[in-house]
């Protein structure tokens, strides 16, 4: 159990921060970066629940305890010093991401295919979940990034690619199983 007795340490005060091996870094590091927009994700997850009820709000809160998750992992370099860790990291795992796979195949089942592209917003709840995409797809780049340069989990980045197709069908179930879609109309404005 995490115990966060006083908040402010006043040891990041230089730019740096310390990873979950306790390394220091600085805190514009690639990793801190991928760690940090996975928290940013988490955050825009939670003003999208604030339009979500029933299932879609369990199943956000489901993302959000996985977003924790994989934040975690982030944080924690050298995968392969696991074994001789005193408290084994915590890393995503493939289930999660076979999780998130099945959800969306169960939204889509419910879904028309497209014949446009859909812009962001319909539903108040179908626009945070777009902004949840175009944020979980940052955190993806910033992840894959740091994968040319350290070692990552897998699962980790697989979780973060499948995670924004969750939220583009999550979006329009919430847009009335996709009729309250807005689509693209090319040229439009021309």
């Known amino acids: 159990m995490v115990v966060l007795s006083k908040i402010y340490t006043k040891t990041g005060d230089g730019g740096q921060t ?6 220091r870094v600085a805190k514009h590091s690639m990793r801190v970066n991928a760690y ?13 629940r604030q339009h979500a009820t029933g299932k879609m709000d ?6 959000q305890n996985d977003l924790f998750d994989l934040g975690a992992d982030l944080c ?10 005193e408290y084994p990291p ?20 419910a879904l028309e295919p497209l014949r446009s592209f859909v812009l962001p917003g319909g539903s108040a709840l179908a626009a945070y979940l777009h902004l949840c ?7 993806e780049r910033l992840s894959v990034e740091l994968a040319t340069m ?17 939220f583009f069908v999550a979006s329009r179930i919430a847009n009335d199983d996709g009729k309250s879609d807005v689509l693209w109309v090319p040229g439009a404005n021309r």
Do not use: C, F, H
């Not at 927009?37 to 999208?48: H, K, P, R, S």
């Not at 697989?158 to 995670?163: G, Q, S, T």
């Open 18 to 23: 310390a990873l979950g091996n306790g390394d």
């Open 36 to 48: 940090g927009t996975v928290d940013e994700t988490n955050a825009t997850v939670g003003l999208a």
């Open 58 to 63: 369990a199943q956000l809160a489901m993302i």
């Open 76 to 85: 924690r370099p050298d995968m392969e010093k696991d074994a001789e860790a």
């Open 90 to 109: 915590l890393r995503v795992a493939d289930a999660q991401v076979l999780r998130l796979e099945s959800e969306i195949d169960a939204m889509n089942a």
């Open 133 to 139: 995409r175009t944020v979980s797809r940052r955190a």
């Open 150 to 166: 350290e070692t990552v989990n897998p699962a980790g980045v697989k979780y973060l690619n499948r995670l924004s197709d969750w």
